[in-house]
């Protein structure tokens, strides 16, 4: 989205950025060597783990993650390094329920960037296929495995298909152009040289020239800036400057006739272009773990490609995310919503398409309805939109963010803030910030919201397990746990605990890598990768015991386990 100048703010000079000293977790204060405590030898695999006492902090400060100074022990359980960090800085009460994405961009594609975002509390990374090209897109992804990898974080890759959206050329090559008040512009549909004569702009539909009218307004980006059709010339159309604004590359376009969208033809357009195709394809060979559809129309292309992706991607399974951003997602809002795996409710086109003053309640819809049928909603576009430009952000984006927190979103995504903008990690601080204090406001008012769960299964088995998780998200408030265990095979009934949105943390134990990436987008989820076993028993007693011996857990603390393989629900004291 583009961003707008702001006259009004005093930009605060920049602080020198050191980058080095972001790479690392700071020390938690209370952060001492402990002394060795004696674990009960429960099982074979626990059975060495009082010989992994807490890591002391090394001379120069920085904490050593945990998994690197105890690989052997590390090898039977595993938690995102960030999370750790933040479990043994706070305690369970105060780890962070909403989810964090980023989108990557120049800003942030480098291996230290990328470190620092998931440092900051990144769960999931967004690459968006509308920009660059694919050797960029194949680093990024594989940085953040290596990343994954080498420091112990579970960062989920999430790819944004480009979708057949009209946009303008990239503006051969210029960062960006300012078109001013009663200039005459051409929008062209000529093939594109790199470099086009000024003030002309390449439209990527073909069909463009012949769509529009004379007296057609033309939205660039939502109306970031405006234009009037004054004249067609065969390919070329002249458009008169109605509202000045600044040009981004492939800025996204509307044709607006008598105060609405016009949308027939473009509505005509595959959902899921011949390149979205080669860009699915790539995201499946390069194990993505998202794919995030753009301009959904239906349930139809959701369904189409969860049934490729299963026969092109043996076995590995990857979510659909449906992006919520025209008039005709909304007409088809439910049955979309039931098809995908999640939703990103995309208020950049959205607002482009519908009155903006229509976008907060759709949102609220969009969000309930998801909770309802237990998909994870990712809020996107304009929540820090300052901050590109600027190192704090506008009291009504704060009020923004801390909406969508208070409605329970799932999770909150970073657009050009993270992708070009000069304060990535800021605007990434000011999400994780503001989430936690609202979270903290809404426990402390026991504001146990009203919200009536429907039933969402569909198999009686499945029921069993609904029923469970509702009742054990309410002894969990009624009896203040300190967290939910669930131990779940393909994260099922992970996702049924997230949607009651307990009072206290839900650790989700899985065996599978994919799975535990996946759980990271939804809310109050913290994943676990464990290994295999069928033994409810020894999975509780392995689990406190590596828990105990990484000082994320203590005697005492009262937890709730529930296992998707005996439909069981007890609650104990860790031992
Ligand atoms: N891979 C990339 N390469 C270059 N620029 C990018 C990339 N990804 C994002 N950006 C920049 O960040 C801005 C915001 O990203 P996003 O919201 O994902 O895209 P858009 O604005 O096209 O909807 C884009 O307009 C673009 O300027
Ligand atoms: C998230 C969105 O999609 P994109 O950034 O790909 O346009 C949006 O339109 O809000
Ligand atoms: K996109
Ligand atoms: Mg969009």
Not at 157 to 176: K, N, R, Y
Request: glycine share 6%.
């Amino acid at each position: 989205m583009a961003t707008t100048a702001r006259s009004l703010h005093l930009p605060t000079p920049p602080k020198p950025s050191n980058p080095s000293s972001h790479h690392r977790l700071p020390v938690p204060s209370h952060f001492r060597p402990r002394p060795q405590r004696l674990v009960r030898r429960l099982t074979a695999s626990s059975s060495d783990l009082t010989s992994f006492p807490d890591p002391a902090p090394t001379p120069n400060g920085v904490y050593v993650p945990w998994a690197a100074a105890h690989p052997a022990a590390a090898a039977a359980i595993d938690v995102d390094a960030a999370t750790e960090a933040e479990l043994r800085e706070n305690g369970f009460r105060s780890t962070r329920r909403t989810k964090l994405v980023c989108t990557i961009g120049p800003a942030t594609c480098g291996a230290a960037e990328l470190e620092a975002l998931a440092v900051g509390g990144m769960n999931v990374a967004r690459v968006n296929m509308c920009h660059g090209d694919r050797e960029w897109h194949r680093g990024v992804i594989r940085a953040v495995r290596r990343l994954n990898d080498e420091k112990g974080f579970a960062v989920a890759v999430m790819m944004d298909t480009e979708g057949s959206e009209i946009h303008m050329g990239d503006l051969g090559g210029a960062p960006s152009a300012k078109a001013e008040d009663g200039e005459v512009w051409t929008f062209s549909v000529r093939s594109s040289d790199t470099s086009l004569p000024d003030r002309i702009i390449h439209v990527n539909y073909d069909g463009f020239a012949e769509d529009v009218k004379a007296g057609d307004e033309l939205f660039v980006d939502g109306g970031m800036a405006r234009f009037e059709v004054i004249e067609k010339l065969g390919p070329d159309v002249k458009c008169r400057c109605t509202d000045p604004g600044l040009l981004l590359p492939r800025a996204n376009l509307t044709i607006w006739r008598d105060g609405s969208v016009v949308r027939e033809r473009n509505a005509m357009l595959p959902t899921i272009s011949s390149k979205d195709w080669i860009d699915i394809d790539f995201g499946i060979a390069e194990g993505v773990d998202f794919i995030a559809v753009s301009f959904v129309k239906s349930a139809e292309v959701i369904n189409h490609l969860k049934s490729y992706i299963t026969a092109r991607s043996r076995g590995s399974d990857i979510g659909v995310i449906a992006k919520i951003e025209s008039i005709d997602a909304l007409k088809n809002l439910e049955e979309i919503i039931r098809a995908s795996d999640g939703v990103i409710v995309a208020r950049g086109d959205l607002g482009a398409q519908i009155p903006l003053e229509q976008v907060p309640s759709i949102q609220q819809k969009i969000v309930r309805m998801c909770r309802q049928l237990n998909k994870p909603v990712i809020v996107a576009s304009q929540l820090l939109e300052s901050m590109i430009e600027y190192p704090t952000p506008t009291r009504a984006e704060v009020a923004d963010v801390s909406e969508a927190v208070r409605q329970r979103a799932d999770a909150l995504m970073l657009s050009g803030e993270s992708a070009m903008g000069r304060y990535p990690e800021k605007a990434l601080g000011v999400l994780r910030s503001v989430s936690l204090r609202i979270e903290k406001w809404w426990r402390e008012e026991k504001r146990h919201e009203a919200l009536e769960l429907q039933d969402v299964s569909s198999s009686f088995s499945d029921k069993i397990s609904e029923e469970i998780c509702n009742s054990a998200a309410k002894m969990a408030n009624n009896l203040g746990v300190d967290a939910v265990f669930v131990y779940t095979k393909d994260g099922h009934m992970a996702s049924l605990l997230s949607r009651c949105r307990p009072d206290c943390p839900i650790f989700a134990f899985t065996s599978s890598t994919s799975v535990r990436r996946r759980l990271n987008l939804q809310w109050g989820l913290i994943p676990f990768w464990l290994s295999d076993s069928d033994d409810m028993e020894s999975n509780l007693n392995r689990t406190f015991s590596l828990l105990k011996a990484r000082g994320m857990v203590q005697s005492g603390d009262l937890v709730i386990a529930l296992s998707d393989m005996l439909q069981s629900i007890q609650v104990m004291n860790v031992p």
